[in-house]
């Protein structure tokens, strides 16, 4: 009788022993710690029809995930090199193989006093793992110049595009 718990017991073990190992492995990709590099392609949005309009843009975008710092870059053709876009002001939330990448803010003052009030703009990146070092992105861009008439061409805008991003470090 000895014999047989001794023997139901190490099974148990054995059984949990396999358990523990097979649960184990990053079933999650490995989070988003990193930085990831690639190219969203993106149109912008008429606000009249709710559709897009012109060619799509290629954005090529970097995202630096540290912790809970985030900073997002645009590489800019025309000078060769990545330029930061609203330094310290992006904020990141993830659960599992997917996280948002996000920023809002606004010009200082509400008024337009120094002729640069009476903007907000948004920036989303919704992310999720293709792989361990790939993922989708959707990005979407909203400016609401809120001063000038709904109307007014470029009062109120958003892009929105689609791509993958690789990790680079």
């Known amino acids: 009788m000895k014999s047989i718990i001794v023997i139901a017991l190490s099974l148990l073990f054995a059984a949990f022993g396999a358990v523990s190992t097979s649960n184990s492995q990053d079933v999650f990709y490995g ?40 900073h997002v870059f645009v590489f800019n053709k025309t000078k060769n090199e990545w330029a930061e876009v609203k330094a310290n002001a992006f904020r990141i939330v993830s659960h599992k193989t997917s996280a948002i990448v996000y920023s809002i803010d606004s010009a200082a003052d509400v008024m337009d006093k120094t002729g640069s ?53």
């Open 31 to 70: 989070g988003f710690e990193g930085t990831w590099e690639g190219t969203v392609r993106a149109k912008q949005i008429d606000l009249k029809s709710f559709d897009t309009t012109g060619t799509p843009t290629d954005v090529n975008c970097r995202i630096a995930v540290s912790g809970t710092n985030v």
């Open 117 to 169: 009030g009476g903007w907000v703009e948004t920036w989303n990146f919704t992310i999720t793992h293709k792989d361990k070092d790939t993922l989708y992105v959707d990005w979407v861009r909203g400016v609401n110049n809120y001063l000038s008439p709904p109307d007014k061409d470029g009062a109120r805008f958003f892009f929105a595009g689609f791509g993958e991003m690789t990790r680079v470090k």
